[in-house]
């Protein structure tokens, strides 16, 4: 996911640049967080549509905003661009993946 691999690349931009490399921190410039934010609501709404009707709408609603609830905690990590903040975010970003993961078990369960 370009989100997750943006949060590393975030974390080592300076290094990069130092020595050249091109990733996808350095190529969105400015615009990293807000592609790393459309990436992970691009993630959340695929995900949504891909279950409408093969799983309860309401496991679909509460597990999207668990998702959604997440990446604006990623946002409050990444948005002053710090190294700390950015390795947190990059972190932590399986249990993202973990909640679509569980709603769609548990969707399925219901």
């Known amino acids: 996911m370009l989100a997750y ?15 050249g490399i091109k990733t996808s921190a350095i190529t969105l410039g400015r615009a990293d ?18 279950l409408i009707g093969r799983i309860p709408t309401l496991v ?3 597990t999207a905003a668990a998702a959604a609830a997440q990446a604006v905690w990623h946002y409050t990590l990444i948005r002053d ?3 700390d903040g950015c390795f947190r975010a990059f972190r932590v970003n399986h249990w993202f993946g973990f909640t679509l993961f569980a709603g769609t078990v548990a969707g399925y369960l219901v």
Request: aromatic share 8%; proline share 3%.
């Open 33 to 50: 967080v807000p592609v790393v934010m459309l990436c992970y609501a691009g993630a959340i709404a695929v995900w949504g549509l891909s």
């Open 5 to 19: 691999d943006t949060e590393y690349a975030m974390v080592d931009r300076d290094d990069d640049l130092r020595i």
């Open 81 to 83: 661009r710090s190294r």
């Open 60 to 62: 679909i609603a509460l």
